[in-house]
């Protein structure tokens, strides 16, 4: 089974500053590691994903992520944040079982991002 | 053609009712999730099928709950006997295949338990 703590439920922060987003997660078997956000009335979007390689990944929006196995950590960080990022941000885990994985996310409990003007 | 829809948008049922939820993915897609979002949480699994086969319905928190996909398009949820705890967020999301291929959300029915 796999579980997900995202560590901060609010996080506000003052447009054009740094933010980041932290993320843990806990499984017994390999997995994939994504970030979703959800704009108020809509779906959830695709971020960014990690499957494999460089630890380093780059999504839409200038939000970029850092897999650390050691630590069991996939945080969500953005140099410069604009008004428009102000939105609840998922971080989701799939069990990576060789190629015969279908997918089923586990979510952590979201955070809220409000950027101030 | 467009992304994921689901209909309806929003339902108030009262206790004791059943309801159906609809789900349409996106043209092509093999696979369809369903999941449920209680308010403040994140979404939470509920089931899935690969075509019209449903391979894992492990998130189902109860008998009361049903889903169907019977020409591998398509998706319901259906709902027996609705509790004010079923009041939630169900998200309906469909990918091209397995875990490497993105799934795309619909906006989700909101669920109100009377």
């Known amino acids: 089974a796999q579980s997900v703590t995202q560590l901060d439920s609010q996080v506000p922060v003052f447009e054009e500053a740094p933010v980041e987003l932290r993320c843990n997660y806990s499984?017994?078997?390999?997995?994939?590691l994504f970030w979703y956000v959800q704009y108020p009335n809509q779906g959830l979007q695709l971020l960014l994903k990690?499957?494999?390689?460089?630890?380093l990944v780059k999504g839409i929006n200038g939000f970029e992520a850092e897999f650390n196995k050691s630590q069991t950590s996939f945080h969500l960080r953005k140099p410069s944040v604009h008004i428009s990022d102000t939105a609840e941000y998922f971080c989701?885990?799939?069990?990576?079982?060789?190629?015969?994985?279908?997918?089923?996310?586990?979510f952590g409990q979201g955070t809220i991002l409000t950027v101030h003007p | 053609g467009a992304g994921v829809s689901q209909s309806p948008r929003y339902k108030v049922a009262k206790r004791g009712q059943d309801v159906a939820l609809r789900c349409d993915p996106i043209?092509?897609?093999?696979?369809l999730f369903w999941y449920q979002q209680a308010l403040g949480q994140g979404p939470e699994f509920l089931t899935y099928f690969q075509n019209e086969a449903q391979l894992d319905k492990s998130g189902l928190p109860s008998d009361r709950f049903f889903a169907e996909r019977p020409e591998g398009s398509v998706s319901t949820l259906k709902i027996q006997r609705t509790q004010q705890e079923d009041s939630a967020v169900y998200l309906c999301a469909s990918s091209w295949g397995l875990a490497t291929y993105e799934q795309y959300f619909g906006p989700g029915t909101r669920l109100t338990v009377t």
């Open positions: 990690y499957l494999s390689g460089s630890t």
């Open positions: 499984s017994s078997v390999s997995v994939y």
């Open positions: 989701a885990v799939s069990p990576n079982a060789g190629g015969t994985s279908y997918g089923k996310l586990t």
């Open positions: 043209s092509g897609h093999v696979s």
